[in-house]
C-alpha cells in the first residue's frame, strides 16, 4: 500500500475516493430513507444519454451527462407531483429514453467508436485532478447543505406531509436534493460506472440501518462503509487489472452479507 502511494494517479484514485464516499454517504441516506432507490437508477441511467450526445457534438460528455441527469431528476420530480403520473411510469420513461438517445448519438458519432468502458464499468485510477477538484466542490457544497438544513431535510425524507404542516420549504428541498442527487451520480461515474453506480448509493446506508435508524449516524457510518469498500475494490483493481467498480461493488456487498451474518448469530444467542 505504501508502495501505491508513490504514483500519482493512485493518490488522484484515493482522494477521490473519499470524496465520492462522503457525496454518495449524504445523498444516498436521503434516497434510502425516501424510498428514490429507482429514482436513483433511472437517472443514472438517463445520463447515457448525455454521455452519447457529448461525444456527437464533440463535447465534455460529462458536463452533457449532468444537464440530462439534472432536467431527468426535475422532469420525475415535476411529473409525479404535478402531472398525476406516476412515479414509477416517469422513471421508465426517463430511464428507457436516456439509454435510447445514448445508443443513437454514440451510433451517429464521426470516426472511431468511443470507449464507454470506462463510463459503464468505471476505472478510478483513470479520474484525474480536475475530476477531484468538481467532486471536492460538491462535498463542500453538501456538508453545508447539510449542517443548515439537515433537520429539514430529515423531515421531508421520512414525512414530507408533516413538514408542509411545519411550514417548511418541501419543494425546495425535494428539488435540491434531486439536482445533488444527479450531479453526485454523474460526478461518481467514473469510480463504479453507469451499471454498478446505484449499488454504491444504496449498499452502504442498508448495511449501516442494519445497526442504526439515526439519520446523522447512517450518513457517517456510510461514509465509513462506502470508503472501505473504494479502497478494497481500488487495490484488487490495481494488482488484477480490472475496472474497479466491479470489485467495490462486490467487496460492499460482502459488508452487507458479513453484517446480516453478525446480527443473525447474535439475535440466535
Known amino acids: 500500500m505504501v508502495e501505491l502511494l508513490q504514483y500519482g494517479f493512485f493518490r488522484n484514485a484515493l482522494l477521490g475516493s473519499l470524496f465520492t464516499a462522503i457525496a454518495c454517504g449524504i445523498v444516498g441516506t436521503y434516497i434510502v430513507a425516501r424510498r428514490l432507490v429507482f429514482i436513483s437508477g433511472g437517472i443514472t441511467h438517463a445520463s447515457f444519454g448525455g454521455l452519447g450526445l457529448g461525444f456527437y457534438l464533440g463535447m465534455n460528455p460529462i458536463l452533457m451527462a449532468l444537464v440530462f441527469s439534472v432536467l431527468s431528476a426535475f422532469g420525475v420530480e415535476w411529473a409525479s407531483k404535478s402531472q398525476n403520473v406516476r412515479e414509477d411510469s416517469a422513471i421508465a420513461g426517463v430511464w428507457s429514453l436516456g439509454m435510447a438517445l445514448g445508443v443513437i448519438f454514440i451510433f451517429l458519432t464521426p470516426g472511431y467508436t468511443p470507449n464507454l468502458s470506462a463510463y459503464l464499468f468505471g476505472n478510478i485510477l483513470t479520474i484525474s485532478s480536475m475530476d477531484i477538484f ?3 466542490l ?132
Open 134 to 136: 468538481w467532486i471536492g
Open 138 to 269: 460538491l462535498v463542500v457544497a453538501l456538508i453545508l447543505l447539510s449542517a443548515f438544513f439537515l433537520k429539514e431535510i430529515v423531515y421531508v425524507a421520512f414525512d414530507p406531509d408533516f413538514a408542509v404542516t411545519q411550514r417548511l420549504p418541501v419543494k425546495w428541498i425535494e428539488y435540491a436534493m434531486m439536482f445533488f442527487i444527479a450531479t453526485t451520480i454523474v460526478l461518481s461515474i467514473r469510480l463504479v460506472g453507469i451499471m454498478l453506480l446505484m449499488s454504491l448509493l444504496t449498499l452502504p446506508q442498508i448495511t449501516v440501518n442494519l445497526f442504526t435508524s439515526d439519520f446523522r449516524k447512517i450518513i457517517w457510518g456510510s461514509i465509513g462503509v462506502g470508503f472501505a469498500g473504494c479502497m478494497a475494490g481500488l487495490v484488487l483493481s490495481y494488482y488484477l487489472n480490472v475496472p474497479s467498480g466491479a470489485f467495490i461493488i462486490l467487496v460492499l456487498v460482502a459488508l452487507f452479507l458479513a453484517s446480516k451474518g453478525i446480527l443473525f448469530f447474535y439475535h440466535r444467542q
